[in-house]
């Protein structure tokens, strides 16, 4: 297993902390400057923070306390880089066969090139390749160490979208037949949802929240983490408590007057102001009203086709803020959907995530009475 715990002020500041157990892809995603790259290297052992340890395997790379600071000779890791870094007079097996560590390195490099594809084209140097091509050929060097981590720096950033695709699944591949910890820097979030069984939200050096691309996309930690993972459906609103066990109310739009039913876990207080999101998956779009809580009648204000998929922009009374999602664009084409037309929206009362606002005041309790405070939902 990869565990990662470092800090520093300076340069670049940190203060991070992870773990990759073998068989495991997790992605470090955050805006520019937020320090992936930089974790990166740290782990790749190309730059030392100034306090922390990083461990591989149960062998200590780096341990500031204990003065360890192994080089990157010195440890067992893969790393792709953003543009491949290969050298241009080589061929593809020659850029391959200098990182084996194994006794006939130029046989080695035929099987790992031919795993990914390229046995035909092993003699080629890497302008003679494609940017998907020698994509593969820097896997296959990073695999050739028989490396003890797979390190991989916004690897499908310099090629087109076809033969990213087809890279994904090259590296889906690789994720079920080699039981390493991968850490993959990317800026992409459809990239890390697709690929990664954790997502790492970074900020300025620092972990924000990580966890399934499920849970940290649907269930952000704060407002900040919400923001940067690019949730659309985003809004204020003030939590009241009820008597129902492991259920409460948000109270939302004009004077508060709208009120989805939503899960009180326990860690909201009465009145208080919060922000909450709903992830596109947990609304749904209806003609006529459905049965069931959290029904809202709305207006489709706005329809951008996006393939087969169009983004919808659903206004709902007195709300400034629209509501966000995706429908099919033939939806539209056949006329189900119009701009104009009443629709009606549903919030799954399980996907709305509430959190507290720590920047505003709260706002008092309602003057009516409520029960006792519920115990957490589970």
């Known amino acids: 297993m990869l565990a990662v715990d470092v ?10 902390r992870f773990e990759c157990r073998p068989g495991e892809l997790v992605a470090l995603t955050g805006p520019s400057g937020s320090g992936k790259t930089t974790l990166l290297r740290c782990i790749a052992g190309l730059m030392h923070p100034r306090a922390g340890r990083i461990e591989c395997g149960g062998a200590r790379w780096f341990d500031a ?46 099987e790992l090139l031919a795993r990914l594809g390229l046995a035909g084209l092993a003699e080629r140097r890497p302008a003679e390749l494609s940017g998907g091509q020698q994509q593969r050929v820097a896997l296959a060097r990073a695999l050739a160490r028989d490396p003890a981590v797979l390190l991989l720096d916004e690897p499908f950033s310099a090629v087109d979208q076809p033969a990213r695709h087809d890279l994904y699944r090259e ?14 820097v990317t800026h992409d979030l459809n990239e890390a949802r697709r690929l990664a069984d954790r997502l790492v939200i970074l900020d300025r050096g620092r972990t924000l929240q990580q966890g399934t691309p499920a849970h940290v996309l649907s269930q952000p930690r704060n407002a900040r983490v919400a923001e940067l993972v690019g949730i659309r459906n985003h809004f204020e609103g003030v939590f009241r408590q009820t008597d129902e066990p492991g259920w409460g109310r948000l109270e939302w739009g004009p004077g508060q007057r709208l009120a989805l039913r939503v899960r009180d876990k ?13 992830a596109a998956e947990h609304l749904a779009v209806h003609a006529a009203p459905p049965e069931g809580p959290n029904v809202l009648p709305a207006t489709l204000e706005e329809a951008l086709p996006l393939g ?21 664009t033939a939806a539209l084409q056949r006329g189900q959907l119009a701009l104009g037309t009443a629709a009606y929206l549903q919030f799954d009362p399980a ?24 115990p957490a939902a589970a």
């Open 7 to 16: 800090a520093q002020e300076v340069p670049v500041p940190l203060a991070a």
């Open 65 to 110: 306390a204990a003065g360890v600071r192994l080089s990157a000779q010195q440890r067992r890791v893969g790393l792709v880089f953003q543009h491949y870094a290969l050298f241009p007079h080589l061929t593809a097996r020659m850029n391959v066969a200098l990182a084996s560590g194994r006794a006939d390195p130029r046989a080695h490099a035929g």
């Open 171 to 184: 590296l889906a591949e690789v994720h079920r037949a080699l039981a390493l910890p991968i850490v993959l």
């Open 266 to 278: 326990g860690r909201v207080e009465d009145g208080a102001a919060v922000t909450w999101v709903v």
């Open 308 to 328: 087969d998929m169009a983004l919808c922009r659903f206004a709902i009374e007195g709300v400034a803020a629209p509501v966000q999602l995706h429908q099919p």
């Open 351 to 374: 996907g709305v995530h509430i959190m507290p606002r720590r920047d505003t005041p709260q706002p008092p309790p309602p003057a009516r009475g409520v029960g006792p405070v519920p």
